[in-house]
Structures are given as structure tokens and as C-alpha cells.
């Protein structure tokens, strides 16, 4: 059974490897573009502030992985057609620790289910990462004028393989806040504290984009 948590509460996590499932249904009424909600993994340490650029997992990481081999790391300067590079891979760390979702540019390729699914093995996470934050932020909010308030239902699990279906989740967040002024949010971030892991639900909302994101974690 699912351990729904509240904004702000913390619990242990009792698992190294999970999937995070992002999910959030849009009101299609209310702009006359597609919507581009992309999900990226902000690796801080103690300062608050990503290691390096390679500790921002998201859509347009330098490093990527093939669906059918996440154990091998590709660089995206290699790659011949960049068109293909966001619905062909997925973006990780150096480490493999996050390995983050193909970008659904228009929400379509995934309507059932979870929009975003991240894999995370705590076990690989660098020994100076002390946490890890999970955002959404809207592409190109400003020039088709969307925000949040025209996305409803938007939720955050974190369930073990095999453990995909609803209600089947370990841990789930649901996003009930009226966030119609920001263009990006914090669901949540994974956390060291006394040698465990643990899962905070955030529910911080931001006016900028993933641009702000990058300004207040680099």
C-alpha cells in the first residue's frame, strides 16, 4: 500500500532502486499550443548547489543512454542527427545513479500512465551528493504563455520495478496547490540524513522556468 505524504513530510526510503513516476493531466482548452512539461534531477551537495553540469540530469544532457543500453554511456556531441537525440536516449549522471526520461515533447507518446518515468539507484549516487531534487518545468512557457495553473491532477511516486500500477506505488505525492502563477516545480527531493535516504514531498513553486531552476541550484 502506497504511503501518501503531505507537502513538506519526510519519510525513510526502504529501497535503493526505484522508478519515479511523474504524472499530470493538462487543460487542453486553455492554450493552442502542445504542452512540453519536462522533468530534470538537480545532484547538489552540501552547498545546494549540482557538482558539475553533469549533475543536472534533464532533456539536453551531454550524457545519454539507449533504452535497450542503459549500461553504456553515449555522449550527445556524437550523435549526427540532435532531432533524434531526445526521443532515441535518455539522460544520466557519470555515475548511472539517475537515468532520466525520453523527452515527450507533446505529453502524447505517454498518455496512460505516468508522463515521466525516472530510474534511480541510490547505491551508485557519488558519496558527495547529498541530494536530489526532482522538477517539472514547462518548455517555452513564456513565448505560449502556459503555467501550471492549466495543468490538474499532477502527482510524484517512487515505486520498486514490478510495482507500476496504481495504487501499487510505495511512496506518492499528489500536487494539490494552486501553482497558476509559476512555469516550474519542485515535487520532491531524495535526501541523505544519518547514513539512510529519505523522500521529502516539496511542492515549491517557481514564476521562472527550468532557467530559475539552473539560477538557484548552480
Known sequence: MAINLVKGENRVLDMNKFHVGLGWDVNEDASQFDFDLDVAAFMVG????ILTDD????????????????????????????????TESRPVDPELSVIGSIDDEDGKTSEDGDDEIM???????RSDVQEIIITVSIYEYQKRRQNFGQV????????????????????????????STCASVEF???YRRNGEW??????IGHQGGLEELVSKFT
Open 46 to 49: 552540501s552547498n545546494k548547489k
Open 55 to 86: 549533475y543536472l540530469v534533464f532533456y539536453n544532457s551531454e550524457k545519454r543512454v539507449k533504452p535497450n543500453d542503459l549500461s553504456r554511456i553515449v555522449l550527445a556531441s556524437n550523435w549526427s542527427n540532435n532531432d533524434k537525440l531526445r
Open 119 to 125: 530510474d534511480i539507484d541510490l547505491s551508485k549516487v
Open 152 to 179: 490538474e491532477r499532477a502527482y510524484v511516486r517512487l515505486y520498486k520495478p514490478g510495482n507500476d500500477a496504481e495504487g501499487r506505488e510505495d511512496y506518492r505525492y499528489d500536487l494539490t496547490e494552486d501553482f
Open 188 to 190: 520532491c527531493r531524495l
Open 198 to 203: 529519505k523522500v521529502q514531498a516539496l511542492g
